[in-house]
């Protein structure tokens, strides 16, 4: 948590112990059976997250409600640190069930007119699709700029706007060939052009640094479940301060209000901060685990955790290499990410995989390939675990 001065969470065990990856692998007691390589998909939820949860049970069981204002005072801890790990106000995050709520937020709510148009990519995970096409009905035309196989090409992104684009919608990770998307660049394109951006961060936050105030990101939605090692049903989403009024709150409830604990006093004054979408009771069980394992992360740092994904992933992809296997995700500088699609000519996907769960190493078919997804706990022992059982062995 950062402390009253404004200071950075700061562990002991980033100070230069040979054993910090070792450390926080007896943080995830998935590692004692698994070689856990599909974090893309529903991670394993980290041990502080689990304590969270059962503490919170306990709470629940024997105290009632009588310990709300703990567990509240607790959520809005989750909510500064999610605003710490993006460099964003506190105000400016809003805690929210997943991805999409946050991404339908922006669809929704946004001030659209007939004509205007929403430039995407044609290999987005379909949350951050639908959404925009369910605007059709409004007159919005939604864009979806080719991809070559999973590689992005930003001029021809660039290209797809015009004076009617209103927002420019991305994911930072793709969530099956795990090419980075250059967020810098893609803001560039969204201030040039005159649009906003829209960041889908899911397949990325917790892993890679960002600071929404060096790179001018507008709106910004993920899950917790993923790279952030936290429950499913509690995620985070974030909205710059000055596009508050510009956004139609949707789902409007006691929660959403200055007065919000007053009931009997009826005035539609909505809280001048993030947290009006937020509408009324929490999945505080949710958040308050999401907060134990953002905690854990912080201490890290996403710098280190970051190289660590990617030298686990670049051993994976030799190895892979190796014995015969095509990785398919390009691996170019920093278009690297913890996501690694790969084939087995003759071999089918799905039968692999089946094949690797019997052995205890978990990971994913997407897009017709395999896909691992370590994270920075994952050593070069899963990484052979991983080998043995792709060959049978």
Not at 98 to 127: C, M, R
Not at 199 to 214: R, S, T
Not at 375 to 381: E, K, P, Q
């Amino acid at each position: 948590m950062p402390d009253s001065a404004g200071r950075a969470p700061v562990s002991q065990e980033i100070s230069g112990h040979g054993d910090l990856w070792q450390r926080f692998r007896r943080k995830m007691p998935v590692a004692e059976k698994w070689a856990y390589f599909d974090h893309a998909a529903v991670a394993p939820i980290a041990g502080p997250a689990r304590d969270a949860l059962a503490a919170w049970t306990a709470e629940a069981a024997a105290e009632g409600d009588t310990i709300w204002p703990t567990w509240s005072r607790r959520v809005e801890e989750t909510r500064a640190l999610a605003a710490w790990l993006i460099s964003a106000e506190s105000d400016e995050v809003a805690l929210l069930p997943n991805t999409t709520a946050g991404i339908n937020l922006v669809a929704e709510g946004f001030p659209w007119q007939p004509g205007d148009n929403v430039v995407t990519l044609d290999n987005e995970f379909p949350s951050n699709v639908y959404p925009w096409l369910n605007q059709a009905s409004r007159g919005v035309e939604t864009r979806r700029v080719p991809t070559d196989d999973g590689r992005v090409d930003l001029d021809r992104l660039a290209g797809a706007c015009d004076r009617r684009t209103r927002l420019i919608s991305v994911s930072w990770v793709g969530y099956a060939s795990g090419w980075r998307v250059e967020l810098d660049r893609v803001a560039e394109i969204a201030r040039g052009t005159g649009a906003l951006l829209f960041v889908d961060a899911i397949q990325g936050l917790g892993v890679f640094p960002l600071d929404v105030k060096q790179t001018p990101i507008d709106f910004l939605a993920a899950d917790g479940h993923k790279w952030l090692l936290g429950p499913e049903g509690a995620g985070v989403f974030f909205i710059r301060k000055e596009h508050l009024p510009r956004l139609r709150p949707l789902s409007v409830g006691w929660n959403s209000v200055q007065h919000a604990h007053d009931f009997t006093h009826i005035e539609l004054n909505l809280k001048p901060t993030a947290a009006r979408y937020e509408g009324g009771s929490q999945n505080m069980a949710g958040m308050l685990a999401l907060g134990a394992s953002l905690q854990m992360l912080l201490g890290y740092g996403t710098a280190a955790l970051a190289q660590q994904v990617l030298d686990i992933t670049d051993l994976a992809c030799r190895r892979l290499e190796e014995i015969g296997a095509r990785v398919a995700s390009h691996r170019e500088g920093n278009h690297r990410s913890g996501i690694v699609g790969f084939e087995l000519p003759g071999q089918n996907p799905q039968q692999v995989r089946e094949r690797c769960l019997a052995r205890g190493v978990a990971l994913g078919c997407r897009a017709g390939r395999l896909r691992i997804s370590p994270h920075a706990y994952v050593n070069a022992d899963d990484v052979e675990r991983l080998i043995a059982a792709l060959q049978g062995s």
